[in-house]
């Protein structure tokens, strides 16, 4: 993007052999980085957190005849003699010796050119991997390591266990994050002098390396010494960098922003429903602080169907009657232009100008479009990241919507305030988030809540069903399409996909529409927009009855006469996006149902987090429980969670640091807020370490 290389961030130097390539480690070439990449990121930096999960001990170097069955020992033995296979079931075996007896080693499979350049008989050679019992001999099977006496010392020794990923082995990678570490820096320390004593912590490296050479189980734990300074410090950074950003945005000048409340009114006169009390309540705090001198900062949380929309609109009109713009920003395209359709008739109701800004437009509309903003003849636009184009400017931007804000880098968010003198910001989100990690993801930001959902709403039935009931699934559907209902259909998401979510999904179209002809719509990512606008207007106007997604329909759409959401291994998906998908029914006055197709056998885990959909409908109580459930590393680890993803905290475990890395982040920005002094030097180097190129950005433009 434009706006990034015009403000290139400035890495310390120091870093800059942490964010080459992993191909530019010795030994990473193009086929082997990619699978590195794949696993852990593409940069070195990214090897440095992936932590070892095990470790093994090849310390035990018995004799042949001491060698207990089941472990895994280090034996040196001479080679006697190569026995190749009779059948080609048959494995390829290597006879050994040492004083106290014979063992074999196995190999199915094998190169034998391979394995006699590995095993010349009459030398001696190192060999580590499980001892097993067969026919009464000791054999192993595939050792791990085979190496000459030289290269004994390397490995007698405690090897640490990685996570791997189809493709990749355990020595390639165990030899990459070696490679990495060789060329991880001494950094200058970032750490108040006082807590990392308290602590008992060592210096960066250090800690690294520890946790990279962990000696026994108890050096995996997650509250060892080491693991627990790693995490403090991506706790650190991350918390310096809200608060950053955050100080950037409440220091510089705001401005008073005061509607009279006329147009408003108009709107509201023309809404065919009352606002809830905590829409109200929530349009109030925010017309408050539009009104304070300071810049707004604040967050709109709102489970899904909660009605952010119309407080958004309110908050907008506020602008617009004092006599500046406002701007709303979505992830998607679909998104926008239902935003845009659900405001246009109460804007016209109020005389206000709205506009919708795509990168679909034409150019001659585009170019209408922009001298519209420039010139303030257009007050409001609803907009996808389109919106932050260079080209864009306004004639006084005062107040940007962020919806589904977790979508959004911080790039994109300053990138559109900066559009505006002394924006305000109402960034808005559905995805129900607890405390804790609300506290990781966005520092104490002020929030407004919208507790209850708009009244006459009935509560939706939720069930599980076997997948191998899909017969009579689809025959209950085919009864509710008789009665005109409308049913969205989930398709399972297989590998985070795109291709075969979408075979999937297709299948199932077909599939649907021989059973229910010309009733079945399908959509998907994939699709060109025009496509996708088709189908679902087709749906929204009930030309079609069945909806078949992947999971596009997820973040906000809105057809409140659907009452039917079937989803197909719901077992596969995370309890928040589950909670997303069946907020998209039960948001007219019909009751609506929600089925939940699981693949048989459920494990135990899964069997309890689709109980608990079946037995709650709150947002946040659902969030509370799936973190318990699987714990904060995988809820944050999720893309879908919207939270920062943090590789090496794991806040079920680290939530006491976060409050501490909370406290030394506000104290630091208090006492030197441009990271001036020799601690924030290091700091500024911490934060780069952890990517948070943004936060340091916020320093340069003052
Ligand atoms: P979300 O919080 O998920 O963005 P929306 O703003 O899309 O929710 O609102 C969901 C639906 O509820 C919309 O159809 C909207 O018109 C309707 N709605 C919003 N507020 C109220 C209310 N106070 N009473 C009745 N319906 C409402
Ligand atoms: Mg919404």
């Known amino acids: 993007m434009e706006w990034q290389a015009k403000h290139r961030p400035m890495r310390p130097e120091i870093l800059n052999k942490l964010f080459a390539t992993v191909t530019s480690l010795p030994g990473i070439g193009d086929k082997l980085g990619r699978l590195v990449a794949k696993l852990t990121g593409e940069h070195v930096v990214d090897l440095l957190w992936h932590l070892p999960y095990g470790v093994i001990d090849r310390r035990y170097s018995p004799k042949v005849a001491e060698a207990g069955p089941g472990s895994v020992a280090t034996i040196t033995l001479t ?24 063992l074999s080693l196995v190999f199915f499979h094998a190169r034998v050119a391979w394995v006699q350049g590995l095993l010349p008989i009459g030398e001696q050679r190192v060999v580590s991997g499980r001892i097993e019992m067969y026919n009464g001999q000791p054999q192993i099977t595939h050792p791990d390591h085979i190496v000459t006496l030289a290269e004994r010392e390397k490995l007698a020794r405690v090897e640490p266990v990685y996570g791997l990923t189809g493709g990749l082995t355990a020595k390639p990678l165990a030899k990459a994050i070696e490679a990495a570490l060789e060329r991880a820096p001494a ?19 250090t800690a690294l390396k520890a946790v990279h050479h962990p000696q026994t189980e108890a050096d995996l734990d997650k509250s060892s010494p080491a693991r627990q300074r790693l995490a403090f410090d991506e706790l650190l950074a991350s918390q310096l960098a809200i608060t950053l950003v955050r100080n950037h945005t409440r220091t510089a000048a705001g401005r008073s922003v005061k509607g009279d409340g006329r147009l408003r009114v108009k709107v509201m006169a023309a809404l065919p429903f009352k606002l809830t009390a905590s829409q109200d309540a929530a349009v109030r705090e925010i017309i408050a602080d539009m009104a304070a ?4 900062a604040r967050l709109l949380q709102g489970d899904v169907g909660s009605g952010k929309t119309v407080v958004a609109l309110m908050s907008m009109l506020n602008a617009v009657e004092a006599g500046a713009q406002a701007a709303l920003m979505a992830p998607t395209e679909l998104l926008a232009r239902q ?10 109701s109020a005389g206000v100008q709205l506009a919708l800004l795509t990168g679909r437009d034409t150019a ?5 479009l922009l001298a519209g903003l420039e010139n303030g003849s257009i007050d409001l636009v609803v907009g996808t990241h389109a919106l932050v184009q260079d080209d864009v400017a306004f004639r006084d931007l005062a107040l940007t919507v962020i919806d589904e804000q977790h979508r959004f880098g911080v790039e994109q968010r300053l990138a559109l305030a900066a559009k505006g003198v002394a924006v305000d910001l109402l960034a808005m989100t559905a995805t129900p988030i607890p405390r804790t990690l609300m506290l990781a993801a966005y520092g104490d930001l002020d929030t407004s809540k919208l507790t209850e959902k708009p009244a006459g709403r009935k509560p939706i039935d939720t069930r599980t ?20 209902a409308r049913v969205y259909w989930v398709c399972p998401l297989i590998e985070e996909s795109e291709i075969t979510d979408l075979a999937a999904a297709e299948e199932r179209h077909g599939q649907l529409s021989r059973q229910f002809p010309g009733k079945v719509a399908l959509i998907h990512g994939q699709m060109k927009s025009a496509e996708r606008d088709a189908a679902m207007a087709a749906f929204v106007e009930g030309r079609a009855q069945i909806l078949v997604a992947t999971t596009v329909i997820e973040v906000g759409v809105d057809v409140p006469a659907a009452t039917v ?21 039960g948001r007219g006055n019909e009751a609506s149902t929600c089925l939940l197709l699981f693949g048989a056998p459920l494990g135990e885990t899964a069997r309890a987090r689709l109980a608990i959909m079946r037995e709650t409908e709150d947002g946040f109580r659902i969030a509370e429980e799936d973190l318990k459930l699987r714990g904060a590393g995988e809820l944050l680890g999720t893309r879908q969670s919207g939270l920062p993803e943090m590789r090496l905290a794991d806040l079920a475990v680290h939530a006491e640091l976060l409050q501490a890395a909370r406290d030394d ?10 990271l001036a002094s020799p601690r924030g030097e290091a700091l500024r180097t911490l934060l780069y370490l952890f990517a948070r190129d943004a936060a340091v950005r916020t320093l340069r433009s003052g």
């Open 465 to 484: 069903i076997a997948l191998d009931r899909l017969g009579e699934v689809v025959a209950g559907i085919g009864r509710r399409l008789a009665a005109g």
């Open 187 to 205: 950094l200058p320390e970032w750490l108040d002098p006082a807590w990392q004593k308290r602590q008992g912590w060592t210096d960066w490296l």
């Open 79 to 102: 080679v006697t003699e190569h026995q190749a296979p009779r059948t080609p079931r048959q494995p390829y075996r290597v006879w050994c010796e040492d004083e106290t007896g014979s």
């Open 293 to 296: 001198p300071q810049r707004m």
């Open 364 to 368: 001659k509309r585009k170019r209408e």
């Open 339 to 348: 935003h845009h359709a659900t405001m246009a008739p109460l804007a016209a």
């Open 565 to 585: 959401m079937v989803i197909e291994h719901a077992e596969r998906f995370g309890l928040a996006q589950l909670h997303q998908l069946r907020g998209r029914v």
């Open 665 to 674: 982040a506000r104290l630091i920005v208090e006492r030197d807020p441009t």
